[in-house]
């Protein structure tokens, strides 16, 4: 699989007019983007955040004719600017010196505005010098007008998905033989972490290794533990590939024989984690996947050690629209891609299994393959 994404639509000419068309229909008069995933899903240009300004102002509408875009940039980015796919979009660059005021010049050119949608992830930095700049301005999330269209993944977002799943599924093929008696939490996870680079990942974005007690703490990171015969292991990882889409995928592993108790609740765990993708499909409301992971483990009476949501969208950030969660009546889409990622921590132990999955015209797909069964590794 090439890791070079550039050319295969990932980030498609017309998604600029989309995204303007996109923004009238939210009702906003332009959105106001900078570094971070918005800005890199509309133009594929991934800038550092600086607190120089560098921001896509994309005028809502919905004709040919209408304002044309335009990106603002530190001078010294001029070049990294005009070489992303950014600068082989139809699209004004305007770069600014450091003596220049970058908000009064995205301020006049915008002219006379209502509402603005901003970047969710915005630096307060930014939102409050526009909104000195624009004072009569009405600052709302960009979100309300890119969400959709970020939810939705087209076929080469997919399979950039399914890029990431592989490679991570590369990366947890290898885990067995990195978990062994003696050895910590944090040894296994700057193996995992190296791997994650080597197996084509640009970053390394988490690496969970949760044993023993651990494992019933879902978001324990990697601590001074010593793995133990007897242990079951939860091994959460994932990482940002160079065409910016993200991994994310958990097993949980026994060193020796695990506990009785923790071998019956793991058949219920993977039992749910069937049952919530194969409830995946058009026209499901992203709850009912929740409740079909829940109820298995409810009936089985660990309903009260199943402690989070079902899953989170993914796609150019790890967790994003949409959420699978109980009162999360969204309705879910071809292309909308997220993890099934159910748990059971009773305390002592605890296990997780998460795979991506994207929502297909008729049903589901994993984008993770790696085998679900309980790995025992020599003690
Ligand atoms: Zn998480
Ligand atoms: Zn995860
Ligand atoms: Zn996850």
């Given at each position: 699989?090439?890791?070079?994404?550039?050319?295969?639509g990932?980030?498609?000419?017309?998604?600029?007019?989309?995204?303007?068309?996109?923004?009238?229909?939210?009702?906003?008069?332009?959105?106001?983007l900078?570094?971070?995933?918005?800005l890199?899903?509309?133009?594929?240009?991934?800038a550092?955040?600086?607190?120089?300004?560098?921001?896509?102002?994309?005028?809502?509408?919905?004709?040919?004719?209408?304002?044309?875009?335009?990106?603002?940039?530190?001078?010294?980015?001029?070049?990294?600017?005009?070489?992303?796919?950014?600068?082989?979009?139809?699209?004004?660059?305007?770069?600014?010196?450091?003596t220049?005021?970058?908000?009064?010049?995205?301020?006049?050119?915008?002219?006379?505005?209502?509402?603005?949608g901003?970047?969710?992830?915005?630096?307060?930095?930014?939102?409050?010098?526009?909104r000195?700049?624009?004072?009569?301005?009405?600052?709302?999330?960009?979100s309300?007008a890119?969400?959709?269209?970020?939810?939705?993944?087209?076929?080469?977002?997919?399979?950039?998905?399914?890029?990431a799943?592989?490679?991570?599924?590369?990366?947890?093929?290898?885990?067995?033989?990195?978990?062994?008696?003696?050895?910590?939490?944090?040894?296994?996870?700057a193996?995992?972490?190296?791997?994650?680079?080597?197996?084509?990942?640009?970053?390394?974005?988490?690496?969970?290794?949760?044993?023993?007690?651990?494992?019933?703490?879902?978001?324990?990171t990697?601590?001074?533990?010593?793995?133990?015969?007897?242990?079951?292991?939860?091994?959460?990882?994932?990482?940002?590939?160079?065409?910016?889409y993200?991994?994310d995928?958990?097993?949980?592993?026994?060193?020796?024989?695990?506990?009785a108790?923790?071998?019956?609740?793991?058949?219920?765990?993977?039992?749910?984690?069937?049952?919530a993708?194969?409830?995946?499909?058009?026209?499901?409301?992203?709850?009912?996947?929740?409740a079909?992971?829940r109820?298995?483990?409810?009936?089985?009476?660990?309903?009260?050690?199943?402690?989070?949501?079902?899953?989170?969208?993914?796609?150019?950030?790890t967790?994003?629209?949409?959420?699978?969660?109980?009162?999360n009546?969204?309705v879910?889409?071809?292309?909308?891609?997220?993890?099934?990622?159910?748990g059971i921590?009773?305390?002592?132990?605890?296990?997780?299994?998460?795979?991506?999955?994207?929502?297909?015209?008729?049903?589901?797909?994993?984008?993770?393959?790696?085998?679900?069964?309980?790995?025992?590794?020599?003690g």
């Open positions: 699989v090439g890791h070079n994404q550039e050319g295969t990932l980030f498609p000419a017309t998604r600029l007019s989309e995204v303007a068309a996109a923004t009238a229909t939210a009702g906003l008069d332009a959105l106001l900078t570094p971070g995933p918005d890199r899903y509309v133009t594929g240009y991934d550092h955040q600086l607190e120089r300004l560098t921001c896509l102002v994309v005028p809502g509408s919905t004709s040919q004719h209408g304002p044309e875009p335009f990106l603002v940039v530190p001078r010294l980015e001029l070049p990294a600017a005009q070489a992303s796919p950014a600068g082989r979009l139809d699209l004004e660059i305007v770069g600014w010196d450091e220049d005021d970058p908000y009064a010049l995205v301020a006049g050119r915008l002219g006379d505005v209502g509402a603005v901003l970047s969710d992830r915005m630096w307060a930095l930014m939102v409050l010098r526009l000195a700049a624009l004072p009569a301005v009405r600052q709302v999330l960009a309300v890119l969400r959709d269209l970020r939810a939705r993944k087209s076929p080469a977002e997919v399979a950039a998905l399914l890029a799943g592989e490679a991570i599924d590369r990366v947890h093929a290898q885990v067995p033989g990195w978990l062994r008696p003696g050895r910590t939490e944090r040894e296994v996870a193996d995992i972490s190296e791997a994650i680079l080597a197996e084509g990942h640009a970053s390394v974005d988490f690496a969970i290794v949760a044993s023993g007690p651990n494992g019933a703490s879902p978001h324990h990697a601590a001074d533990r010593v793995l133990q015969t007897g242990d079951a292991v939860v091994v959460d990882i994932g990482g940002t590939m160079p065409s910016g993200c991994s995928c958990t097993r949980t592993y026994a060193i020796g024989t695990p506990p108790d923790f071998t019956a609740y793991y058949q219920v765990l993977k039992d749910a984690q069937d049952a993708c194969a409830a995946v499909r058009p026209g499901v409301a992203a709850e009912a996947v929740d079909a992971a109820e298995p483990i409810t009936a089985a009476g660990f309903g009260q050690f199943f402690v989070h949501r079902t899953g989170h969208g993914i796609g150019l950030e967790h994003e629209d949409p959420y699978i969660v109980a009162g009546a969204e879910l889409q071809p292309g909308h891609a997220f993890s099934i990622e159910p921590y009773p305390g002592a132990h605890g296990a997780r299994i998460e795979d991506i999955v994207v929502c297909t015209a008729d049903g589901f797909e994993r984008l993770n393959k790696v085998s679900r069964d309980l790995i025992v590794v020599a």
